[in-house]
């Protein structure tokens, strides 16, 4: 079981979705979860998730942010990022 938290900031406002997955096929998603940033105003993520998978060979993507419906001309800070283990 792990956490991730970072701190985000966007210049214009969007929906973003925050991801955790493996970074090979089939792309197993651990953790996908939306936010709403507004413009100029810094949120804080917090996720919880658990890797289900026990090889500890492949490499996952943390975090995997989704960009697409971001508007042109974007500018994203993405800050004060950490992973935790849970026990």
């Known amino acids: 079981k792990y956490r991730l938290e970072y701190k985000i900031k966007s210049n214009k406002a969007f929906n ?11 792309w197993t998603s ?15 993520i917090s996720n919880a998730f658990e890797i289900t998978d ?17 508007p042109a001309g974007t500018e994203l800070t993405v800050s004060d990022l950490k992973l935790f283990a849970v026990k």
């Open 54 to 70: 026990s090889n500890p060979e492949k490499a996952f993507r943390v975090p995997c942010l989704s960009l697409g419906l971001a």
């Open 16 to 26: 973003i979705a925050s991801n955790v997955i493996l970074t090979v096929e089939p």
């Open 30 to 44: 651990y953790s996908n979860k939306s936010y709403e940033l507004k413009a100029d105003q810094e949120i804080s």
